[in-house]
């Protein structure tokens, strides 16, 4: 063997190991968490993770990706699941003989039919046009699953049993954990396709016409087929999440291709960060989180999420990956270190501000809400009288103080970040 091979060879595989290692640390992860949360609530909170996931990818597939404003895209989510439900009950009823395994597929084959219906007109503009397209196809569709019974099954919608049908080696599916890893495994294909999608040239071109798309007329490429492309693999995805949702769930109601699940994926999708390919991966396990758990603990956490969203698009419209994409330069730079104390000196502040606006916020709520005999609330697990004074005092001083100490620390804050991020002089060493 040659010089040159020996030293060809290890710099070849360089490149393929560092690109699998992701999906292999990925591939672990989905493995490894039933051991983590084994509980009944943690494997519903996963299940339902793992579904929002596929469907917020496939929602970045149109915004972050090709640049469409959706506000209806759980018409494919919702028709994907309702069709898989259906087939759920063909299986039960001996009419198909197929494993439950495979049954996304037919949701994800429903969603790409009438993305291919919806897409040929609706993508021939983008911007406003396109958005209040979607938005009058969701609410059609909407309105047609009370309308067509049969189908929808009106305001019940149509339920289903996903242990019938062949056994995968001896897995009728009927436990938590088994769906679980059924989701996962439709997780880490379902991701790996779309990732890789994005890298195809009808992905780079979705982005080009997403960024100018005169200037992609012009290079020869039809913007309207471009964005064609994107959206009728979008709804194929999204059929996907949604025969999953029937199977997890076994049942598909009007609500999941209304407007407000349509509005749950764009929110998702944002607050993750729609310019990163994570982005909508972060953004679908925050919100599920802050579903499950604090819905548990408040009656007003739709309120949190809402706000969470507004500050995003006013102050990090990037979400929350974007935050951890700013530190990029001060990480090569090695002077991530010199913001951990900033960071603690406005974070203790700025938390004692967010924890006096949500006492306040729940505390109205209790006082609106709760009968006139009931004037103890707990939060927290602090147990005080909602109608005494001295219980307001300490939420306002909360709220007040931490923000002006906030405020007070945020320069020092600017200085040390344009410190961490300065880039070096021409022959000074990073670092340095």
Excluded at 64 to 69: A, P, T
Excluded at 113 to 120: E, K, M, R
Excluded at 191 to 215: I, K
Excluded at 416 to 424: D, Q
Aim: aromatic letters at 12%; proline letters at 3%; charged letters at 10%.
């Amino acid at each position: 063997m040659s010089e040159i091979t020996k030293t060809a060879a290890p710099t070849a595989s360089r490149p393929i190991l560092k690109t699998l290692t992701p999906w292999i640390g990925f591939l672990v992860l989905l493995l490894v968490l039933p051991n983590i949360f084994s509980s009944n609530a943690g494997l519903y909170t996963m299940n339902l993770m793992g579904i929002f996931v596929i469907f917020a990818l496939s929602y970045n597939m149109l915004l972050g990706q090709g640049g469409m404003l959706s506000f209806g895209h759980a018409v494919y989510f919702g028709l994907g699941g309702f069709m898989s439900v259906h087939f759920m009950n063909y299986i039960e009823e001996g009419l198909f003989t197929f494993p439950m395994y495979l049954v996304p597929v037919f949701g994800g084959l429903i969603g790409l039919v009438f993305a291919i219906i919806i897409g040929s007109f609706s993508t021939r503009r983008a911007g406003t046009v396109f958005a209040m397209i979607s938005l009058g196809v969701g609410e059609l569709m909407a309105s047609s699953s009370l309308i067509f019974v049969a189908f929808f099954g009106g305001e019940e919608g149509v339920s289903g049993d996903r242990t019938t049908g062949p056994e995968l080696m001896g897995i009728d599916f009927g436990k938590d954990i088994h769906i679980y890893y059924l989701i996962a495994a439709w997780v880490f294909v379902t991701v790996a396709l779309m990732y890789l999608f994005s890298r195809t040239p009808a992905g780079r071109m979705a982005n080009a016409v997403r960024d100018n798309a005169e200037r992609a007329e012009f290079v020869g490429y039809s913007q309207r087929k471009v964005r064609f492309v994107s959206f009728c693999m979008s709804g194929f995805f999204a059929g996907i999440a949604g025969g999953l949702f029937a199977l997890n769930f076994e049942i598909v109601t009007e609500e999941n291709l209304n407007a407000l699940t349509s509005g749950v994926v764009l929110l998702m999708a944002y607050i993750g960060g729609v310019g990163f390919f994570i982005g909508p991966i972060i953004g679908a396990v925050v919100f599920t989180l802050l579903q499950s758990i604090l819905s548990n603990y408040t009656d007003i956490w739709q309120l949190y999420v809402g706000v969470l969203f507004v500050l995003t698009v006013m102050y990090v419209p990037q979400g929350l990956t974007g935050i951890i994409m700013m530190h990029t330069t001060a990480w090569r730079l090695k002077r991530v270190g010199g913001l951990i104390v900033p960071y603690i000196r406005i974070g203790i502040p700025a938390l004692a501000m967010m924890a006096g606006i949500a006492a306040f916020l729940e505390a109205i709520h209790h006082v609106r809400t709760a009968s006139e005999d009931d004037v103890m609330m707990s939060l927290i697990g602090i147990e005080f009288d909602s109608h005494a004074l001295v219980p307001w005092i300490i939420i306002f001083a909360l709220a007040i103080i931490g923000g002006v100490v906030t405020k007070l620390q945020y320069p020092q804050l600017k200085d040390a970040w344009e410190t961490a991020n300065k880039l070096p002089a021409s022959g000074e060493g990073v670092g340095s």
